[in-house]
T-cell receptor, first 110, second 115 residues
């Protein structure tokens, strides 16, 4: 089992729709979770971090964490073409390593 | 606040040659990371420094890769000799001690092509 897995893409959504990106992790003791956005040819950029169960909202982005089920998700409301990118889930494990998932490519269709 | 600086941005070399990359983290950030990112994959950690000490280098191919962080500030990553499979983007990131989980800030990366 891979340490951090993400739903396979590419994911295509129409402009204005909600994009849902999912991530599961294997280390039950993980405490810190991050979403990074990476545009083609650019480096990753941190967009959300979450540490507690529940939802965390920042503008059009909502991160959701469920430690019991070992998953974390990112919802993007009112998706825009500028949201088209690869979204990387990263998990800081109980042994103090940050592990990145393979990423999910999102395409928002105008 | 200046971001993470990396150089060069692009490098093309032939296999068996050597290459070096440089990174200057955000001022005051104690933790520095080097990642290798192959097209279509997530970043893979090569080495993590805390100040000038190595925290994790378990995935660094030590027969050909080396890294140092003298004085706990900037860092260099070297490959000698390079192989075709080393073609990738090499990312440097840093994080500060004040972050709970180590939010990382990435430099622009160095795109390496090995011919």
């Amino acid at each position: 089992q891979k340490e951090v897995e993400q739903n396979s893409g590419p994911l295509s959504v129409p402009e204005g729709a909600i994009a849902s990106l999912n991530c599961t992790y294997s280390d039950r003791g993980s405490q810190s979770f991050f979403w990074y956005r990476q545009y083609s040819g650019k480096s990753p950029e941190l967009i959300m971090s979450i540490y507690s169960n529940g939802d965390k909202e920042d503008g059009r982005f909502t991160a959701q964490l469920n430690k019991a089920s070992q998953y974390v998700s990112l919802l993007i409301r009112d998706s825009q073409p500028s949201d088209s990118a690869t979204y990387l889930c990263a998990v800081k494990t109980s042994y103090d390593k940050v592990i990145f998932g393979p990423g999910t490519s999102l395409s928002v269709i105008p | 606040e200046a971001g993470v600086a990396q150089s060069p941005r692009y490098k093309i070399i032939e296999k068996r040659q050597s290459v070096a990359f440089w990174c200057n983290p955000i001022s005051g950030h104690a933790t520095l990371y080097w990642y290798q990112q192959i097209l279509g994959q997530g970043p893979k950690l090569l080495i993590q420094f805390q100040n000038n000490g190595v925290v994790d280098d378990s995935q660094l191919p030590k027969d050909r890769f080396s890294a140092e962080r003298l004085k706990g500030v900037d860092s260099t990553l070297k490959i000698q000799p390079a192989k075709l499979e080393d073609s990738a983007v090499y990312l440097c990131a840093s994080s500060g001690s004040g972050t709970l989980g180590g939010e990382q800030f990435f430099g622009p990366g160095t795109r390496l092509t090995v011919l």
